[in-house]
């Protein structure tokens, strides 16, 4: 059965039919969460929060838009609201690396500390276009639909976004000499 069949049926209270839907997104929506709100057990939190929310409005669902494009609009808008209430906490990355050294691990743990810890400076429209585009990978246009947005707004968001966190980024002494050493090994 494929997804629009799998909507349909879930739509209608198909309770096995939205558990194997949202299986499919659950990991995308977790680190989306992830990466907004930086820790995990609020990300797990808001991801159940994510779902129990496109659970009770999925009949409003009306496929104007892909379904992962609005499931995105509702983690994004469900982890902004959690942020607005939990202002200043510091975001960390997990470690995603198998084969390093402890120093290229150390090396690239405080290099995401930093980069997120920056990126936690940036207004919350620019940190949320940055997360989508560059670290989820979507589209302008995808954006643009999920913050609600036209894509020359978004285009300007990403683009003062990584201007303001390279400028930010070399204020930070010995921090851009991390990547010049990187690039003569």
């Given at each position: 059965m494929d997804e629009r069949q799998l909507l349909f049926k879930a739509q209608e209270g198909d309770i096995e039919s939205f558990e194997n839907v949202i299986v499919s997104y659950q990991n995308y929506i977790y680190n989306v969460i992830y990466r907004i709100v930086g820790n995990k057990e609020d990300a797990l939190d808001l991801t159940q929060e994510t779902f129990i929310k496109v659970f009770v409005n999925i009949k409003k669902?009306?496929?104007?838009?892909?379904?992962?494009?609005?499931?995105?609009?509702?983690?994004?808008?469900?982890?902004?609201?959690f942020m607005r209430k939990r202002k200043g906490v510091e975001e960390q990355l997990h470690n995603i690396?198998?084969?390093?050294?402890?120093?290229?691990?150390?090396d690239d743990k405080m290099t995401r500390d930093i980069i997120m810890s920056e990126l936690n400076k940036l207004k919350n429209d620019y940190k949320i276009a940055i997360i989508l585009r560059d670290i989820e990978g979507l589209t302008y246009s995808e954006i643009a639909e999920i913050t609600n947005s036209n894509i020359g707004t978004v285009k300007s968001r990403i683009s003062r976004a990584r201007s303001a966190l390279k400028e930010n980024l070399k204020k930070i002494p010995g921090f851009i000499n991390i990547f010049d050493e990187r690039r003569q090994l």
């Amino acid at each position: 059965m494929d997804e629009r069949q799998l909507l349909f049926k879930a739509q209608e209270g198909d309770i096995e039919s939205f558990e194997n839907v949202i299986v499919s997104y659950q990991n995308y929506i977790y680190n989306v969460i992830y990466r907004i709100v930086g820790n995990k057990e609020d990300a797990l939190d808001l991801t159940q929060e994510t779902f129990i929310k496109v659970f009770v409005n999925i009949k409003k669902f009306k496929g104007k838009s892909e379904f992962k494009t609005w499931l995105y609009r509702i983690a994004v808008n469900t982890s902004l609201d959690f942020m607005r209430k939990r202002k200043g906490v510091e975001e960390q990355l997990h470690n995603i690396s198998d084969f390093k050294t402890p120093e290229d691990i150390f090396d690239d743990k405080m290099t995401r500390d930093i980069i997120m810890s920056e990126l936690n400076k940036l207004k919350n429209d620019y940190k949320i276009a940055i997360i989508l585009r560059d670290i989820e990978g979507l589209t302008y246009s995808e954006i643009a639909e999920i913050t609600n947005s036209n894509i020359g707004t978004v285009k300007s968001r990403i683009s003062r976004a990584r201007s303001a966190l390279k400028e930010n980024l070399k204020k930070i002494p010995g921090f851009i000499n991390i990547f010049d050493e990187r690039r003569q090994l």
